[in-house]
């Protein structure tokens, strides 16, 4: 229903259109493209039909009450925050399952060389594969293999504050990968993980197997 | 707010979650000369045309470029490579999916013979059909570190006959693999873990 109010209401949105708020140029002509084809609220409009008939100033109390108009620093923030718990719940997710494949591997892992051990990933029943390896005097450390076009540039590993060991978790689909870790920019193979027969340019590789997930 | 707006966010933060997986690239690098681009192009249409798996393929060659090895030793690479998949196919029969048939040419590249993987099929076969991708992974994994290949291929079979799982047979390398860490012989480990788990799922 559109009321006598409307004209206001728009003006009210025009005014707080031409204000200057700090918003990249694309979201800001998004923004201002969503509110200008956005009907009247339908909150609103069923407020105005409860009270058409009890008089102005009981209307008026209601829409302050009641009304739900959202302007363009309002869409603004409450995308923002869904982007932000969208990211928490992922790293909070990550963090759990990761925890959880690298406690499998250090209860089973062989004994490996002082200088260098891994705690790797043999298998995963799920697609997010931690791997982890203690490289102490190392400098950089990146992970390549089958799932990432052995490009030294594209997973470089962390070193974690808590334990000295680098790692990274990655999401992989189910299946075989091959891969090696580039440590100072020597390649080497993963010394917990099974290896793969491959040497055919110079050095193994290893193996992890991503099961599908269980259905 | 916008449903738009709302869809937008979310798109945003599931490219978040996903972040790190990517698709394989059926792509040749560029680093490698147009005449050996052409002759690994001819390789892999050939095996795609027998209907072999050719990610192992791209895989191969990327994995030559990156460790800078020269263009003759990539197209061999992929020359062998292409031949131990089509042996392995011919080994885990028609069925056999990309996975199992990748792992089994890593297999016999260890050392195992065609019959080893003809026989884990049958094995397989007896059992519910469960891929034997992981059972593969053990076994070239197990020959490359000093286990006689017939000797693991009998091992492994026999697990597998036995309806012994994927992650049980991953804990059954490893095992095999801390034994010989500590010095113990490979026939010795082999077999003492063999028994162990044998032993274990017997009523």
């Known amino acids: 229903m559109s009321g006598p109010d ?15 708020v700090p918003v990249r140029p694309a979201w800001r002509a998004r923004l201002l493209d969503e509110v200008a084809r956005a009907p009247k609220p339908a909150v609103r409009r069923e407020i105005d039909e409860t009270f058409d008939d009890r008089g102005e100033d009981a209307l008026d109390t209601a829409r302050r009450r009641w009304s739900l108009t959202v302007g363009p ?19 909070v997710a990550m963090s759990r399952l ?44 990146a992970l390549v293999g089958s799932f990432n076009e052995w490009d030294p540039g594209a997973t470089p590993l962390s070193r974690d504050p808590a334990t000295g060991k ?4 990655l999401r992989l689909p189910p299946g075989r990968h091959v891969y090696a870790f580039v440590v100072d920019g020597d390649v080497t193979a993963d010394p917990s993980a099974p290896r793969a027969a491959d040497e055919d340019f110079g050095s193994p590789n290893s193996v992890v197997f991503v099961s599908s997930p269980r259905v | 707010m916008s449903v738009r707006l709302l869809a937008l966010a979310t798109v945003f933060a599931a490219s978040v979650a996903t972040a790190g997986a990517q698709e394989s690239d059926r792509t040749l690098p560029s680093q490698l000369s147009a005449p050996t681009r052409a002759t690994l192009e001819r390789l892999i249409d050939s095996a795609r045309v027998a209907g072999l798996p050719v990610d192992p393929l791209y895989s191969k060659v990327r994995e030559g470029v990156f460790r800078a090895a020269d263009e003759p030793r990539v197209v061999a690479a992929v020359q062998r490579l ?26 016999l590249r260890a050392g195992l013979h065609p019959a080893d993987l003809s026989r884990l099929r049958e094995s397989r076969d007896r059992r519910d059909n469960h891929p034997l991708t992981v059972a593969l992974v053990v076994l070239a994994d197990l020959a490359t570190r000093g286990v006689p290949p017939a000797m693991a291929a009998a091992s492994v079979n026999e697990l597998v006959a036995r309806n012994v799982s994927d992650g049980s047979l991953l804990s059954f390398r490893q095992n095999v693999e801390r034994d010989l860490v500590g010095g113990r012989s490979p026939a010795s480990a082999l077999d003492a873990r063999t028994r162990a788990m044998i032993d274990d799922r017997k009523p």
């Open chain 1, 6 to 20: 409307e004209p206001r209401w728009l003006d009210e949105i025009a005014g707080e259109l031409r204000r200057e």
């Open chain 1, 73 to 91: 620093l309002g869409s603004l923030a409450a995308a923002m925050m869904l982007v932000a718990l969208g990211a928490g719940a992922t790293y």
């Open chain 1, 98 to 141: 990761g925890a959880n494949a690298s406690q499998r591997s250090a209860q089973t892992s062989a004994p490996a060389p002082s200088h260098l051990v891994s705690s790797a990933p043999v298998s995963a029943e799920r697609e997010i594969v931690r791997f982890e390896i203690a490289a102490p005097r190392a400098s950089h450390v």
């Open chain 1, 166 to 169: 680098w790692v990274v978790s």
């Open chain 2, 82 to 107: 292409t031949r131990d998949l089509g042996d392995a196919r011919l080994a885990l029969g028609d069925g056999a999916g990309a996975e199992e048939i990748a792992a089994g040419a890593n297999a």
